[in-house]
């Protein structure tokens, strides 16, 4: 049913028709309204059976999942930001269990300097922990996700993780189809887990192992996400069929059939992205959108098919390693090293800076004149910059340049007035 609604709260609603056992988590913006949505549900009484367990922190919440997990539930969480860097060590754990949590991650910059708006670094930071990543664009996406999302993670026997825009998503009130209970129950089974602890048949889980094993057991988790990549679009199909919507799968193709230029982008940004791609084919230019889906495991067979065509790539990324430069565009670099397009990375939106149609075309436009260096910061000050490291260089003790420039853009604004 088509409903105005907030996008956490359609979340919360989804979830709760998944049919989950057991909901942990601690609050963290812009989390915290899935999780009250669904307390408040567990509480008077529309989410049954279902315990709702109010834990201390966010390790806490990731291990309650665990536990929970192995012992035969369905088992839903969800964080963002420093909160799963709290709960990272647990996290690991989850996959190398094999533990079928499902955990939405409403993206939110990582500090310090303190930030509670939207990029990708949270996501990043455990991209390399065992779960299946998914990138919701919409709202819409984000709620079919969550329902695909405990079919991949069960089905597999991996824990999964979705990923939406904190604040741009979770946040915005707009329209999203909702699948009523029976739709929902038609699409994901009842829960019958690979592994569980049983006292009549006990086992152990989480056992030590040492060198002569320790490989095989990565391999095997590798594996898994090599599985993933096959059932990740068969879900999807039967989910488009189902419902006559298509969400999920692993990358989404937008205006590539003659495309020289192709932008690469996850998440929210997608929509500005295509705007500015519209804009720039009226006049003919040859440009096209890949929205990845699937960040891990990473399509890279799709992703090398949907480039074959291309002369350049522009990765327009919400995040990039310190010291080396986008992480999105070293799996893409990585797809297709042998067809020769010339290869960009835009960073943006770092911390929750406005990315604008406008912006997105003028990097179009730069690319096409190949005036784009390799790395790229769209919209950075280069005088604040620039002032800070006269400052460092002039004295040791220059100070924290956090607050050094957050001093410097004051005195601008001032001088302005």
Known sequence: MLQQIEGSRAIAETVARCRPEVVCAYPISPQTHIIEAIGAMVKDGRLTPCEFINVESEFAA?????????????????????????????????????????????????????????????????????????????????????????????????????????????????????????????????????????????????????????????????????????????????FAALTGRASGGLVHPYRLEDAETVVIAMGSVLGTIKDAVDARRDPGERVGVLGITSFRPFPIAAVAEALRGARRVVVIEKSFSLGMGGVLATDVAMSAPWLGQRLVTVVAGLGGRPITRRGIEDVIERARRDDLAPLTFLDLDEGVIARERARMSASRRSGPFAENVLRDLGSATEARR
Do not use: K
């Open 62 to 238: 990731m291990s309650v999942s665990i536990g929970a997990s192995a012992a035969g539930a369905r088992a839903y969480t969800a964080t963002a930001s420093q909160g799963l860097l709290f709960m990272i060590e647990a996290v690991y754990n989850a996959a190398g269990l094999g533990l079928p949590i499902v955990m939405t991650l409403a993206n939110r910059a990582i500090g310090a300097p303190i930030n509670i708006w939207n990029d990708h670094s949270d996501a990043m930071a455990v991209r390399d922990a065992g779960w299946i990543q998914l990138f919701a664009e919409t709202n819409q996406e984000s709620a079919d996700l969550h329902v695909q999302a405990f079919r991949l993670a069960e089905e597999l026997s991996v824990p999964v993780m979705v990923c939406m825009d904190g604040f741009i998503l979770t946040h915005a009130v707009e329209g999203v189809d909702l699948m009523d209970q029976e739709l929902v129950d038609r699409f994901l089974p009842p829960y019958e887990p690979r592994q569980v602890l049983d006292p009549d048949d006990p086992v152990s889980i989480g056992a030590m192992v040492g060198p002569e094993a320790f490989e095989e057991v990565r391999y095997l988790a590798h594996l898994r996400q090599l599985d993933a990549l096959e059932l990740i679009p068969t879900v999807a199909a039967e």
